[in-house]
């Protein structure tokens, strides 16, 4: 059986890739990786994330404001944002959320520009990807008011990262989000995490790499890309006691309905 995998968060726009991105684009066909979704951090990577999306068959954008990037992001910004969200092959906002972790913007910015994201993609009607690093309190409080007023019909989006407790597995499943697992679940420091993650029914995962980041441990140190998208599939399955095939078809039907992709 030929798999058909989704890598629902990528940074193709970076310049880890700008000598071989055509070439890592293919590896990650070869290795059945057939959609690749990457990820807007500000406007200018939003924009090249159009066009790639443009230049490749299997590749689609998400377009937002990262919260490292939100200080000094004003309302004419977002406009901006908006006028990109009507592109082809834009079927995402994001990344955008809260990141007290490192405090790259401050606070208030952060939950301006996050909020300002949050109003757009219910104008917009796409899903969003949401960054939360250390602002978890601050994050549902947020997107569980934001869930229960939103005119976004189907999954609200994807849980970027998710690294929580079953509780907050519950409360992100219930407002309607997938959550995205990707190589760090093979990190020695995931081990009880891994306890989480057999738990999690596999109708609300999806799969990524954040590429050129997070490698799965088998390449730790060196650049991630999207075909090492199949590590962290093996490792669910295993994890899982589910075949491979399994988990890449469900994760993948999971992945498409969230960005209303036909297969």
């Known amino acids: 059986m030929e798999l058909n995998v989704v890598d629902t968060h990528s940074h193709l726009d970076m310049p880890e890739f700008a000598i071989d991105r055509e070439g890592v684009i293919k590896r990650a066909g070869q290795a059945g990786v057939k959609t690749i979704v990457t990820i807007g951090i500000d406007l200018k990577s939003?924009?090249?994330?159009?066009?790639?999306?443009?230049?490749?068959?299997g590749v689609y954008a998400a377009v937002g404001i990262?919260?490292?990037n939100a200080e000094g992001v004003t309302e004419m910004d977002i406009t901006q944002l908006q006028t990109m969200t009507k592109k082809s092959r834009?079927?995402?906002?994001?990344?955008?959320?809260?990141?007290?972790?490192?405090n790259i913007s401050p606070k208030e910015a952060q939950l301006?520009?996050?909020?300002?994201?949050?109003?757009?993609?219910?104008?917009?009607?796409?899903?969003?990807?949401?960054?939360?690093?250390?602002?978890?309190s601050d994050m549902l409080e947020i997107l569980v008011k934001w869930s229960a007023k939103s005119a976004l019909?189907?999954?609200?989006?994807?849980?970027?990262?998710?690294?929580?407790d079953l509780a907050t597995v519950k409360t992100y499943v219930n407002m309607g989000f997938y959550l995205a697992l990707g190589g760090y679940i093979s990190y020695p420091s995931s081990a009880?995490?891994?306890?989480?993650?057999?738990?999690?029914?596999?109708?609300?995962?999806?799969?990524?790499?954040?590429?050129?980041?997070?490698p799965p441990q088998r390449y730790r140190g060196?650049?991630?890309?999207?075909?090492?998208?199949?590590?962290?599939?093996?490792l669910l399955a295993n994890i899982k006691g589910l075949s491979i095939e399994e988990v890449a078809q469900t994760t993948t039907t999971n992945a498409?309905?969230?960005f209303k992709i036909s297969s």
């Open 192 to 214: 009880s995490f891994r306890e989480v993650i057999r738990e999690i029914p596999l109708k609300n995962l999806v799969l990524e790499t954040d590429c050129p980041f997070l």
């Open 112 to 136: 301006k520009v996050f909020n300002w994201q949050l109003e757009l993609a219910n104008m917009t009607s796409l899903p969003i990807i949401i960054h939360c690093r250390e602002a978890l």
């Open 222 to 234: 060196q650049r991630n890309e999207p075909a090492y998208t199949l590590s962290t599939l093996q």
């Open 46 to 57: 939003s924009q090249e994330a159009i066009q790639l999306a443009r230049s490749y068959p």
């Open 153 to 164: 019909k189907g999954p609200k989006g994807i849980i970027h990262c998710f690294s929580g």
């Open 256 to 258: 498409l309905e969230v």
């Open 90 to 102: 834009v079927v995402a906002l994001g990344e955008m959320g809260l990141d007290y972790f490192r």
């Open 66 to 68: 990262h919260p490292h």
